[in-house]
């Protein structure tokens, strides 16, 4: 059940059986969302984080004229909202973009990981350092990057992500998005989308048929992105 959680967790750094067991025992109870449904509603106080098991979800905010805009895509072994043990009141909710199975860890029981297990704690921390630098990353794309560049970026990261999670497939991953979701992801119109959409087509770097995403030239997909991994901090050192 948290296999993609031990995978991303390991990837930073050796994860004892202990830690393991340990983590087994405060994540409990599983849920299951459908499509389109808030895993966590902003405004909320949960008395507990939220781990994707499966699927796939998007933090988001709303703005009084309607316009929504994804600020973050969560995939399996993600804690959506480990944040929220210590912020306690959410600014943003978390929408699933597709069927989503999670697990839920119960904030006492995080605070009692805090209390025992230092080594733990740090690995927990710094799943939210790397959130952090996401964002940072994220910024930089909406900001600087062209959309052409800022798609590319995205794809990037995306297979990235789920490749230390063994969600990839060769040079391919599934990305159950809508065209008019992955636009609130660059901060476009759809119909913006669909120019940029069809310029990385052309570009040869990549492509995306029926909701999967297939890499056609690696090296010019991260050229393009002027892609740079290290703010994922997927290497294995002492924390």
């Not at 978390?94 to 025992?116: F, G, Q, R, W």
């Not at 297939?214 to 997909?221: C, R, S």
Request: hydrophobic share 45%.
């Amino acid at each position: 059940m948290l296999e993609a959680l031990y995978l991303q967790l390991s990837t930073h750094d050796d994860l004892s059986d202990s830690e393991r067991s340990l983590l087994a025992k405060t994540i409990g109870s599983q849920r299951e969302f459908a499509e389109g449904e808030d895993l966590v509603s902003e405004g909320s106080q949960p008395a507990f984080s939220t781990l994707l098991l499966d699927g796939f979800a998007a933090r988001y905010k709303y703005l009084e004229n309607g316009s929504r805009q994804f600020t973050a895509l969560h995939i399996a072994g993600d804690f959506v909202d480990l944040h929220a043990f210590l912020l306690k009141t959410l600014d943003h909710g978390i929408l699933a973009l597709s069927p989503c199975k999670v697990a839920l860890a119960d904030h006492a029981k995080l605070k009692h990981i805090t209390e025992i297990e230092a080594h733990l704690t740090r690995l927990l921390w710094l799943d939210t350092l790397v959130d952090g630098a996401i964002h940072r990353e994220w910024i930089v794309s909406m900001g600087r990057r062209s959309k052409l560049a800022h798609l590319a970026y995205l794809f990037c990261e995306l297979f990235t992500r789920l490749k230390v999670v063994q969600r990839t497939e060769g040079m391919s991953f599934h990305l159950p998005l809508t065209q008019a979701e992955l636009a609130d992801v660059l901060g476009l119109s759809t119909v913006h989308m669909n120019r940029v959409m069809q310029s990385l087509r052309r570009s040869g770097a990549a492509d995306w048929v029926q909701h999967t995403v297939h890499i056609l030239d690696w090296n010019k997909l991260v050229d393009l992105a002027d892609f740079d991994p290290t703010y994922l901090s997927l290497f294995r050192e002492a924390r």
